[in-house]
């Protein structure tokens, strides 16, 4: 008998220590829900144009709690309809896509140069991106290394979609680069984002698409996206990635799960991804404030 009651009570305080827990938890996640979100992965597409017009958008992120996000489109009309809509809430960024360039052949059309410089010389973007780099070859070495040149020369941030090759690569071209990883990599296990944000202090990325990474299907986080994030803080930014009108139909969903994983880091981590890293990149206030705002 004494056995039995002495594991009747390691289990219920056993139960009561996991019930505290998910006590403390579920506070933590009402008090990320107030939060504001910096989504700094938004495009702006023009076949969302017509299905999501620039008041549904800030619809949306006022609904979400977003109270201001990176924007780059295909084309960039996108992203100056949003910009003249919402100035107060959009940071603008250039993306090479535009026609018959896409992601596949930017980096080989001609004129590509040109068609950057004249638009950023024209509109106030902050970056250049998002644009994917699925390789490099020399072929696109003297034209990256013109993009190289003009973010230094105007402190633009680069927005890449890439594996870890073409960072390296272009901070070879520039180390004082600033870059954000689009989708940390996207397929890149931690530990390798770790051994970059170490090697690149100048290295930041969004998280879009790597929320089932980082969260466990239990609600837990994984241990080495824990580590990564934990180690780095002041590197991540949420985003939500609206490449595709799936992303505005779900969009509410996307950020809600965004604030469930971020409930799992202490306030502090939170808030920096939220939105104090982009804050400090952006030399924004980014606030509650905003919402129903333009």
């Not at 960024?93 to 059309?109: A, C, F, K, Q």
């Not at 960072?167 to 071209?173: K, S």
């Not at 990325?205 to 969260?215: L, Q, V, W």
């Amino acid at each position: 008998m004494k056995i039995v009651f002495i594991i009747a009570t390691a289990l219920a305080a056993c139960h009561s220590a996991i019930a505290a827990a998910e006590g403390i938890h579920d506070r933590i996640l009402n008090e990320i829900a107030e939060l504001p979100i910096f989504d700094a992965h938004m495009h702006y597409n023009d076949r969302a144009w017509d299905l999501v017009p620039p008041k549904a958008v800030l619809k949306l992120m006022d609904d979400s709690g977003v109270a201001m996000a990176l924007v780059s489109s295909t084309p960039d009309e996108g992203t100056l309809t949003l910009l003249n809509f919402a100035p107060a809430r959009i940071v603008p960024e250039l993306r090479p896509y535009h026609g018959e360039v896409d992601s596949t052949n930017w980096t080989r059309m001609p004129d590509m140069f040109e068609y950057l410089s004249k638009r950023l010389a024209t509109h106030p973007h902050e970056g250049i991106g998002e644009f994917h780099l699925h390789g490099v070859s020399t072929e696109d070495e003297t034209l990256l290394r013109q993009i190289v040149a003009i973010a230094a020369e105007r402190k633009l941030l680069l927005h890449v979609h890439s594996g870890k090759g073409p960072i390296d690569l272009l901070y070879d071209m520039e180390p004082e680069l600033r870059i954000i990883w689009a989708h940390a990599g996207m397929v890149e296990p931690a530990n390798v984002v770790e051994a970059m944000m170490a090697r690149y202090d100048s290295l930041y990325a969004d998280t879009s698409y790597r929320e089932s990474d980082i969260m466990n299907r239990d609600g837990t986080i994984d241990s080495d996206w824990r580590r990564v994030i934990e180690r780095f803080p002041d590197r991540f930014m949420v985003g939500s990635d609206t490449w595709a009108n799936s992303q505005w139909a779900d969009y509410q969903d996307l950020m809600k799960i965004n604030r469930q994983w971020l409930s799992r880091f202490s306030r502090s981590i939170a808030e920096s991804i939220a939105y104090k890293n982009a804050e400090r990149l952006f030399g924004r206030e980014v606030g509650n404030h905003l919402l129903e705002t333009r």
